[in-house]
């Protein structure tokens, strides 16, 4: 093999990229340079400010702080690909049903209620991500369904705004107890080990 041909072939070899995508939910426009996001830019060999403002730009229509499942493909010559995902089903429920948190006891407890007119409404959200292209509608709900039994998230026909916001306030209660309860688990475990 001449020199030419052997310089041709390492240019080429050199090209391929091994790594995978980088897997990461971002912040609806808050990404920046910090860690953990900017190594793992810096390391593909990704411009990290450029790429920190082309996302911040293209989520500026999103509520700040919204995570976005994101899906960056590294070129060979530095560029990138960038896919943003809509947010997860978790989240998206959450917010729907009006709770910050889900329930630490799936099955035994209810943390929130939401209406069919919702899951269905998330669904058509969630089914327009590339992973969920060729799920039905009604695949996508009963994915939904199956996410929301997990939260603890109750889904009904009709919900009447009054009850439910005595359901919220009820819930609070119970809710800042478990967080003292876990608190105090949390202290006596530190006190063992220490």
């Known amino acids: 093999m001449s020199k030419a041909v052997r310089r041709v072939v390492k240019k080429a070899v050199e090209k391929i990229n091994h790594s995978g995508p980088l897997r990461t939910d971002i912040p609806a426009q808050m990404a920046v340079a910090a860690p953990p996001l900017g190594p793992q830019l810096g390391q593909r060999g990704i411009n990290i400010a450029a790429f920190c403002k082309d996302f911040n730009e293209k989520t500026k229509h999103i509520k700040e702080g919204t995570p976005l499942p994101t899906r960056v493909y590294a070129k060979p010559d530095k560029t990138y690909e960038l896919i943003i995902h809509s947010p997860p089903a978790s989240f998206l429920l959450k917010q729907a049903a009006g709770i910050q948190r ?19 409404e998330i669904a058509a959200i969630k089914i327009q991500d590339p992973p969920n292209a060729l799920l039905t509608m009604e695949q996508m709900c009963n994915l939904l369904i199956g996410t929301a039994r997990t939260c603890g998230i109750e889904i009904v026909k009709e919900l009447d705004a009054n009850e439910y916001g005595k359901f919220l306030e009820e819930r609070k209660v119970i809710v800042e107890q478990q967080k003292k309860e876990l608190q105090e688990k949390k202290e006596a475990k530190m006190l063992r080990t220490a």
């Open 102 to 120: 889900g329930t630490m006891f799936p099955g035994k407890e209810i943390a929130g209620k939401i209406t069919l007119k919702h899951l269905y």
